[in-house]
DNA sequence: CGGTGTCATGACATCGATGTCATATGCTTA
DNA sequence: TAAGCATATGACATCGATGTCATGACACCG
């Protein structure tokens, strides 16, 4: 590959008027700005970053390391948003500014990371963004560094900029539009226990409860701890059941995600009971590939993903440009609700719903 | 950051025996050995990527363009699977070979891709994979450069070294399964009319009818030109509807992916028609968020993303070091044929299937 | 005891771009 | 006309690692 040498010999000139056309930094002569246009292009020449980055000592690249990816065959990375989201959002935004993203994958194996920090090193990043895959606590140590760094899904107890997703928000507004089309009795089938989106959106949605004077019922409040396993379909399934036992049944049911808003519709078919006619369903994330493909299409809460990795790097230039802004708080992203089919008006009717408990047979 | 001649100032030795003792390329006695390790931990010591590359002039990258991720409004995006899985199987084997992958995505714009090649060229990457998002001819001129380069999930017409799924092998193999499970009356609703995957699965599909001796009738094909847009639900409907006129109705409905089966199994349960005992139905793609989700688990021929994105790094790590092995033919991978709960055998009853077709008016 | 290896180590140049400083050219102005 | 100054350009050193070649210290051999 030509160098900057090639070019001046070509032109004429030194290589030091080469690189002046090259950065605009002082002035050239039209003539020899030409000439050395001119040879730049019979030679194909592009810069070297190697050589740059050696003597500005600015290498130009964030890392992003995404523990989420994860091994193609592990079922929880279908379970909720690809995380790949935030990489594209994250991306779209590093570009802009003139620097490249340096993308590791863990393939799910969180001891791959000290592995992915040295080769960042190596290249000298200028800043580092970590992607987990699902809102929680930060399950890595990322080593100190000297370096800014900003946590996207997570966040740690000791102040690293953090962006994760307004979970409690979410669930509150989608549970507001919920109550907005008359229901009053509300199931929520959550996601594992214990998880923050669980606990955090459990908040919103008592929040709303309670707000629309609506009584809090446990009974209406079930966990799918298990999500993901083989059981999970019996599982589910039980749970509808508890929401159904007794006379005073949930005209809908509020899902911890999309893919379980999924299941949940198969299962209310085969027991007989019509969505949304008889029973609004909603669900979380705004997977599209799941909402808009289900019948009706699913009304949900759009999970910020995008939108996060967008922030989230911004925060990182912000951090790289001004040494000062500390942003060292949370950031929380919250995302639309988006109304789509499957929530409609309950059915003035105040006859109970019959199940067909025999159902519960299938397979 | 420190550098080498800081460690051998620690170390009291000279930058070149800390390169030795670095690269193993030379006899270093013990003594020496640890003390320059012993500096290096203590200066937290890691060798400039930027510096090696310029004096070895290899920069140890690899370019990964992805025109496939695009825009997360699109809801291309989701129909299929998403070419993420190429990357990572693609990285996988990079990241073994201790080259780096510098993931570029287009984000849908194809005209940006001369931009991402120029920073590719920046970078002097020493070969480049270029990912479509589904299986087509090229849809872009990837400069000559002068570096290897391997296609995946496309094909140009100059001989470029190219991985692909191999479509026909697999619709072939499933409609084989679906056949020895004794369908004799199989349809098929196809991708879009003029794809590469839905021309050579249809020849697969052909192919093991006529092997079994089925004689292949047109009605049992339909397309869904339209898959993706807001008519497509009723499209996939009449296209059903088409299936069942008349009394020699299928037992079994292949679908050109699994999202267009998760669409099946609705309509065929709004119209009373169960699968898997009346009907069975097979997807394409193993997307698992569906195929593991959907009740009954559905039968698919898995494409095997991953594997051709291990296969084409392969590929080209071949090239970069035997520049003899001229790969220039075309790479065909296929996938397995996962069976699950929704392909059995067809009901022994002879008698025809009602279809309610009342519920076609439905919303 | 000098010749000849082998081993361990260092001095120096080099990769490609650019910052620093110097120089040449031409033009203005006292 | 000479001093003064802006403009255009080049020589040289430098960033960090490593290839090349040289050298010092031993050990072994005839």
């Known amino acids: 590959m030509a160098t900057i040498y090639d070019v001046a010999k070509h032109a004429g000139v030194s290589p030091k008027t080469v690189s002046r056309v090259l950065n605009k930094d002082a002035p050239v002569s039209e003539k020899t700005r030409k000439a050395v246009a001119a040879a730049m292009n019979a030679l194909g020449y592009v810069p070297s970053h190697a050589a740059r980055t050696m003597k500005s000592n600015k290498s130009g690249l964030i890392g992003l390391i995404t523990g989420a990816i994860s091994n193609a065959d592990e079922i929880s990375t279908a379970a909720g948003l690809p995380d790949l989201l935030i990489v594209q959002g994250a991306q779209k935004v590093i570009e802009n500014s003139q620097k490249t993203l340096l993308i590791s994958d863990t393939g799910g194996r969180l001891d791959r990371v000290p592995d992915l920090v040295r080769t960042f090193q190596e290249h000298r990043v200028e800043g580092i963004l970590y992607v987990a895959d699902f809102h929680k606590p930060l399950d890595v140590t990322l080593p100190g560094l000297g370096i800014p760094k900003v946590l996207i899904n997570c966040y740690d107890m000791v ?3 953090a962006v994760v997703p307004d979970d409690e928000a979410g669930q509150y507004a989608l549970t507001r539009e919920v109550i907005s089309m008359g229901h009053r009795r509300i199931a929520y089938l959550t996601l594992a226990r214990g998880q923050e989106a669980t606990t955090l959106r459990l908040s919103g949605f ?16 079930q966990a799918t701890d ?3 396993s083989a059981g999970e379909r019996q599982l589910i399934w039980d749970a509808i059941d508890k929401f159904f036992q007794g006379d005073d049944q949930p005209t809908a049911i509020c899902c911890g995600n999309d893919r379980l808003a999924m299941a949940v519709y198969s299962i209310l078919r085969s027991r007989g009971i019509s969505v949304p006619e008889e029973v609004s369903v909603v669900g979380y994330d705004d997977h599209r590939l799941i909402t808009e493909t289900l019948y009706p299409p699913l009304t949900t809460a759009e999970l910020p993903y995008s939108a996060m990795g967008v922030r989230a790097a911004q925060v990182l230039l912000d951090l790289l440009s001004d040494s000062d802004s500390k942003t060292t708080e949370t950031i929380r992203v ?4 988006i109304p789509r089919g499957s929530l409609v008006a309950p059915r003035n009717t105040s006859v109970a719903n019959i199940i067909n408990l025999k159902g519960r047979n299938e397979r």
């Open 159 to 161: 102040g690293t900029p």
């Open 206 to 221: 008592r929040k709303a409860l309670s707000e629309a004077g609506i009584s809090f019922d446990p009974k209406l409040v």
């Open 334 to 337: 919250s995302g639309q609700v």
């Open 226 to 228: 298990l999500f993901g």
